[in-house]
């Protein structure tokens, strides 16, 4: 446009910050607030919240303020940058400050909404304040703010996350009773909080009922009923939902599988949690750390070497290293320190867990292996050593450097 000799307008300027600032690019978003000053073109308040909402989606709070000191020097606060500056500081639970700004609209006579209410609430709640965030829901109605699913959600969530689970279902008749259009997500966050109070019967009740609502369960439903079953020890049950799940047509996440795999290797049901294992990446879902690491625990535990092992080498990476050190645990510590050196060699770098292993090898009198692992990572230290630094540092010195790790554990061997 600026090429064109077509001066863009402050409408399309905000359009711009307002993306950028939501993308993250908030320095961009800056500049080019700096620009229509220079030019002559006055940011307006929409503009300046944009900024703001950007510093405050990165965590900048400080900046953030000083934009809203700005606006409140040109006399051009609202609701709307109340509301985005308190959202700012209830995220990383700042409610203190967030309260400051209630004062601070109470002074300019200004309104707190639906929006700056739910935020408040929600701050006060992660925070663990829920009396505070029970004053403030009061509040809000005595204002002639009626809350909408979303703070209501928010309080059900903080009831529940502080164990007023009693409370959490009273709201939930207020609400049922009340013109609400209830989702799936009030009721996803109700029987999470009954299974994670261990009343698992009145989950189980409230997720047969979805039905009767109008509602039916999707991937996070399942997820939490299976997880709550599975803490229960109800594998049966929760095997059943996952039949359940395919049926409906709805794919179980890894987290899903990861929870009722859990399960079956705690029940000692290898084989069983193979099959799922197995399923899980069938459908596409990919196992992750924690999937690994529950799978290789159990095998290993039960002494299934080999399908550990098969599991270590497909995981990879620094979680496979320190897998494999757990291992040491069983009686194949040759086979664990092999596989060790082996990654070290393909170019696993060796850290704090890989000399907590050799530490542990020492301790049970096996200096054989640990030595024989130490050399190894001497070794690559010293290769590494040699191809980073060239001629920058002495082959000696390298060598030194890369020997470290020798004398701290032949020192600790000595002790």
Known sequence: ???????????????????????GLVLKAKSVVQMMIQRGIQPDAFIYSSLMNGYCMQGEMDKARQIFDLLISKRSVDVHSCSILIDGYCKPQEVDQAKKIIKIMRLM?????????????????KAGRIQEAQ??????????????AQTCTVMLDGLCNNQQLSMAMELLKDMEASKLELTITVYNVVIEGLCKAGNIESARDLFSHLSTKELQPDVRTYAIMIHGLCLHGLLIEAEELLKEMRCMELVPNTITYTTLIDGFCKAGRIQEAQNLFSEMQSCGQLPDAITYRIMIHALSH???????????????????????GNITTSSETSWAVGLIQEMVECGLSADASTMELIAGLLCKDAVDPALSLLNRI????????????GLSMPLYDAKQRASQPETEVTSLNMC
């Not at 006579?109 to 935020?119: C, F, G, H, K, R």
């Not at 270590?312 to 320190?322: P, S």
Request: charged share 30%; aromatic share 6%; proline share 3%.
């Open 1 to 23: 446009m600026l090429s064109k000799r077509v001066s863009p307008d402050v409408f399309t300027f905000s359009v711009l910050v307002d993306t950028l600032c939501k993308e």
């Open 109 to 125: 006579e200004l309104v707190p909404n639906t929006i700056t209410y739910t935020s408040l609430i929600d701050g006060f709640c």
């Open 135 to 148: 004053k403030l829901f009061t509040e809000m109605q005595g204002c002639g703010q009626l809350p909408n």
């Open 302 to 324: 039960h002494d299934l070497i080999i399908e550990a092992e098969e599991l270590l080498r497909e995981m990879g990476g620094k979680d496979a290293l320190q897998m494999a």
């Open 378 to 389: 001497r070794k690559k230290r010293l290769h590494d050593s040699e191809q980073k630094l």
